[in-house]
């Protein structure tokens, strides 16, 4: 089974980056980062299938964010550059074995990693 395992997160002031892992992914999934701020329903930020041939990211970050995975180290990662207060909130790692054209159906979920972008 698989179980993501995030870590990376912290305090920043805007403008500066933080890069976020997650151990523990299997190489053959579509992995991918949510998150989800106070009173805010979840978002996906970013994901990536196996092959890192199929990448999303939600509007508000591109160009400011990079998604990218180790398969021989079973790791995923978060780059995040030009953070804003508004990137604040909990950063989740999700994997599932289908399908990565969507932010839908993510199936296995970390404990989350906190973000906190000051002004």
């Known amino acids: 089974q698989v179980q993501p395992m995030e870590s990376g997160g912290g305090s920043v002031q805007a403008g500066g980056s933080l890069r976020l892992s997650c151990g523990a992914i299997y190489s053959d999934y579509c992995m991918g980062w949510f998150r989800q701020a106070p009173e805010k329903e979840r978002e996906g930020v970013a994901s990536?299938?196996?092959?890192?041939?199929?990448?999303r990211y939600t509007d508000s970050v591109k160009g400011r964010f990079t998604i990218s995975r180790d398969n021989a180290k079973n790791t995923l990662y978060l780059q995040m550059n030009s953070l804003k207060p508004e990137d604040t909130a909990m950063y989740y790692c999700a994997a599932k074995s289908y399908d990565c054209d969507t932010f839908k159906d993510f199936t296995f979920w970390g404990q989350g990693t906190q973000v906190t972008v000051s002004s």
């Open positions: 990536m299938n196996r092959f890192g041939t199929t990448i």
